[in-house]
Each structure stands twice: as structure tokens, then as C-alpha cells.
């Protein structure tokens, strides 16, 4: 019965580590969506704001 009772409270521990896992990696990948959308909207402003500086001429 001791034996059942550990091999079960095992899988638990297993699937709920796995479960947070995945649930990080999601979190990291929106984060690096997120970032790239930033930097990608920062590079257009910069661009933006150095046209019209130099566009005036």
C-alpha cells in the first residue's frame, strides 16, 4: 500500500513540474513576441525621426 501510495504521489509531482514548465515557456515566448514588437516600433521611430531631420534640406 506504502509502495502505491509513493508511486502515485510521485506522478503527481512529476506532472504538476511539467505542467509549471510549460506554462513558463509560454510566458517566455510571449515575452519574446513582445520584445521584438518593441524593438521593431523603436527602429520605425528612429527611422521616422531622422527623415524628417535630414528630409528639410
Partial sequence: MKKKITRL??????LISFTSCSVIEG???????????????????VVLIISKVFGKK
Avoid: R
Avoid at 504521489?9 to 512529476?14: N, R, T
Fill in 27 to 45: 510566458i517566455f515566448k510571449a515575452g519574446v513576441g513582445v520584445g521584438v514588437f518593441i524593438v521593431v516600433v523603436i527602429i520605425a521611430i
Fill in 9 to 14: 504521489l510521485m506522478l503527481l509531482i512529476v
